[in-house]
């Protein structure tokens, strides 16, 4: 049954319009559901140093219904560069786009594979670099949008190229949207989810990616033996399903109420954060009502105390709201291109470059687990093991895919009760250990794969091994981290400068991978794992646990907030704007339900 909140219904109040119709007024919370929520139990605990903790129910994807199918369509983002990366792996070795393109019976060269390969990812960095900028000025929705029609024309230009540099320039034009994508639709749903079950709401990011992997690749082995050039046309132009859903549907989705809150439109985003946190059927339970506040008076304090920092330390929030912009129109003031590099200046600044390091490293080392060298060259280095056949290669390269697919369950069940550094360091060492053992391997038998089959089966079980790992670890929880570490104010540009670190290292990875495998194999895979290794001593001791942690919170687990001057200031705005208050009411509220 659909969801009641996604169907049959006109948009919901616009990010860039303050005052909504009347007409939508009977939609700012949901109706009903048709079937209850699950063990809500709403909870909020003072500790003995007036720190708190609340969730809003259990940790559980399932608890909010609503919530749960916004971050899964947002997730479609991730779909479009999944398939992306599973069917280039098929259409690379096809016959008639090897005959078409190649020189001969040599084929395509392996840099010319490369620059092809790599020309999506080298526009995805810009078009992740660009997002920041264009979802703090546009909102988060529109910038969606936007990202949707230039991947919709990159597609096009892909699936009616009549040579390899349209085919390499509609790659680039698609990366721009793709780029933009992989940091709108994380960004986004970070920003509307619950602590509780933030981390595997974010891993329907992971999912979706996987999920496109695994149908772009069996599109492609489906429609290889086509004649003509349908055989690759064809799985080209099915990206554009995805891209046009997305694009469609995302005017659906509920503003952000952290953008909101930034923009200075609190009632909007009061109005928002209701409906995601579904209040209007909740009201029987008395402390959602308050946790709602609670939850955006956070937003409202970090707003104010890195606005202070920043500029004016005795501004008021009012002060605060009617510098930063017009509340009717929504339109921020401090536009200019000085104004925008100062913004991104800072992610350098002492305060924010740990955060900036934690990110920018996470997706490196994501990307030189070898992962996307796999998704992209799978045939290419699975032919490298002596496998019997073209078809045997071929299917086992489509078994990595199936393989990281079904890790993202466990992924999803794990990553906020055992966090985020276990699975982290676990994943780190297992991973590193396959990759040494498929290059021993490859080392050993590599001049006589027809005598030592069994050795070559070992390598794939390990190939499989790696994947597993790489699906419960550096998959969905680069996305997740990413998006956590930075406060409100360098969000967006934080995560695009952390997307734009995944595809810097994703272009690499798809450029040198043909020449690497060409020249030594072994050496390929033992790069790989020396990677995984330093990203487990990274995980060990630099990266913070921000599991069940509020986004406002995890200020503590950086130096930057460690300062007493920092502190100071923030318990000078929550008593500015009430938090204090409605903490003590809160515990009054939650007083019978806690043991005595």
Not at 4 to 16: K, N, Q, T, W, Y
Not at 73 to 87: E, H, K, M, P, R
Request: glycine content about 10%; overall charge neutral.
């Amino acid at each position: 049954m659909a969801h009641p909140g996604l169907s049959s219904r006109a948009p919901l109040v616009d990010e860039d319009d303050s005052d909504s119709q009347p007409l939508l007024t009977r939609y700012l919370y949901p109706r009903p559901h048709p079937h209850p929520i699950s063990n809500p139990n709403p909870t909020f605990t003072l500790q003995p140093d007036r720190s708190y903790t609340y969730t809003y129910g259990p940790p559980s994807l399932f608890a909010n219904n609503y919530v749960f199918l916004c971050a899964l369509f947002a997730s479609i983002g991730g779909l479009t560069f999944g398939y992306d990366q599973g069917v280039i792996a098929n259409v690379l070795v096809m016959k008639d786009f090897v005959g078409r393109w190649g020189k001969g019976e040599e084929g395509i060269g392996p840099w010319e594979v490369g620059v092809l390969t790599a020309a999506l990812e080298l526009g995805c960095l810009i078009g992740a670099l660009l997002s920041g900028y264009l979802a703090d000025k546009y909102s988060r929705r529109r910038a969606i949008f936007l990202a949707c029609v230039v991947f919709l024309v990159g597609s096009t230009l892909q699936t009616f190229a009549m040579s390899l540099n349209q085919l390499t320039l509609g790659r680039a034009i698609g990366g721009l949207g793709v780029g933009g994508l992989s940091t709108l639709s994380p960004l986004y749903m970070t920003e509307i989810s619950p602590p509780e079950t933030r981390g595997s709401l974010l891993s329907l990011e992971q999912f979706s990616i996987v999920l496109g992997c695994v149908v772009g690749f069996w599109v492609g082995f489906g429609t290889r033996n086509i004649p003509g050039a349908l055989s690759w046309r064809l799985p080209l132009s099915l990206q554009l399903l995805p891209g046009i859903l997305l694009a469609i549907g995302c005017f659906w989705l509920p503003p952000s109420p952290r953008w909101l809150v930034g923009q200075g439109r609190i009632r909007d985003a009061e109005k928002s954060l209701g409906r995601l946190r579904l209040v209007g059927e909740r009201r029987a339970e008395g402390l959602v009502d308050g946790l709602v506040k609670l939850e955006l008076l956070e937003m409202q304090v970090e707003a104010t105390l890195l606005h202070r920092t920043s500029h004016s330390p005795s501004e008021s929030y009012q002060q605060l709201v009617s510098n930063e912009g017009d509340v009717d129109s929504g339109k921020p003031s401090n536009h200019g291109v000085k104004a925008e590099w100062r913004a991104w200046k800072r992610l350098l600044e002492w305060k924010y470059r740990d955060r900036t390091w934690v990110g920018v490293l996470m997706m490196f080392f994501q990307q030189w687990s070898g992962i996307n060298a796999f998704l992209y060259y799978g045939p290419t280095l699975i032919s490298s093991l002596g496998l019997p056949s073209s078809d045997a290669t071929l299917i086992v390269s489509g078994g990595i895919g199936i393989v990281q697919f079904f890790a993202v369950f466990p992924a999803i069940a794990m990553i906020d009760r055992l966090g985020r550094k276990p699975l982290l360091r676990t994943g780190s060492v297992m991973m590193s250990l396959s990759h040494l053992v498929i290059a021993l391997v490859v080392y050993q038998f590599s001049n006589d794969w027809s005598s030592h089959q069994s050795a070559a089966w070992i390598a794939v079980a390990f190939v499989y091994i790696f994947t597993a790992s790489y699906g419960v670890s550096y998959g969905p929880i680069a996305w997740c981290l990413i998006t956590e570490v930075f406060p409100l104010s360098m969000r967006s540009k934080g995560v695009s400068l952390s997307t734009a670190s995944n595809w810097t290292n994703n272009f690499l990875i798809g450029l040198v991978t043909p020449a690497l495998m060409q020249t030594s194999p072994a050496g390929t895979f033992l790069t790989f794992s020396v990677a995984c290794f330093v990203g487990y001593i990274w995980s060990t001791y630099v990266v913070p646990e921000t599991a069940n942690v509020s986004l406002e919170e995890i200020d503590k687990l950086f130096r930057s907030s460690a300062g007493r001057e920092d502190q100071e200031i923030k318990f000078q705005i929550e008593e500015e704007l009430g938090l204090h208050e409605l903490v003590r009411e809160l515990e009054g509220m939650d007083a019978p339900s806690t043991p005595a």
